[in-house]
């Protein structure tokens, strides 16, 4: 299937966008890539946790408030644990899992330029069950059924679903990241991975 969504965007040729560019482990952002729209989530009402001055994109910071008000008038409370991350702060974070893990990280972590995180549109759910850290405990977990059930409402799609290898990584249930409420539509319409989805659209970094 990659094949033939990498021959669909081929034949359309790339467009401009943030929401809907490709990263992954052979698509990367240049070192110095970094949204120039950032604000601070705790300013848009979202909680992060310890408090931490976490950032996204103004319009994914906006729909993600949106998104956590929700949840919680559903009795779901939704903490942040990871939004924006910088290419040197994403060398840190391999770099620190590889000398854990080794080779292993690989599937944990994406390695710098790769990680969607840079983009400023991914954020890391967590909450009282996961002691609000990133752990898979969190799929299982109410709050994470009601993300896969809710989220696209609001632009958010899931990056790593289980039994999906051709993503490179392990399933995520905490990764989420804003592709816009009409473009998370026609991705959960289409049946594709993001990553599918992705390819298919062929958008390139801001241009």
């Known amino acids: ?47 992060t946790v310890g408090g931490r001055d976490l950032m996204l994109r103004r319009e994914a910071a906006e729909h993600l408030n949106d998104l956590v008000a929700a949840a919680a008038a559903d009795g779901e409370k939704l903490v942040v644990a990871s939004a924006f991350r910088s290419y040197l702060d994403q060398r840190y974070t391999y770099e620190r899992l590889k000398s854990i893990y080794g080779s292993g990280a690989d599937a944990m972590s994406a390695s710098p330029g790769h990680s969607q995180h840079q983009l400023g549109t991914a954020v890391d759910f967590t909450n009282s069950v996961a002691a609000y850290q990133v752990q898979p405990i969190f799929g299982q977990t109410s709050a994470a059924w009601w993300l896969q059930n809710h989220a696209t409402q609001f632009g958010f799609v899931l990056s790593y679903p289980p039994g999906k290898d051709e993503t490179g990584y392990e399933f995520e249930p905490w990764h989420y990241r804003y592709i816009g409420v009409e473009n998370a539509g026609r991705l959960q319409k289409s049946g594709l991975t993001l990553q599918e989805f992705l390819l298919r659209e062929g958008v390139l970094p801001d241009c």
């Open 1 to 47: 299937m990659l094949q033939s969504t990498e021959q669909e965007a081929t034949q359309k040729g790339p467009t401009c966008g943030y929401r809907l560019v490709l990263v992954d482990r052979s698509h990367a952002l240049p070192q110095d890539y970094a949204p120039k729209d950032l604000v601070p989530l705790p300013d848009s009402g979202v909680s």
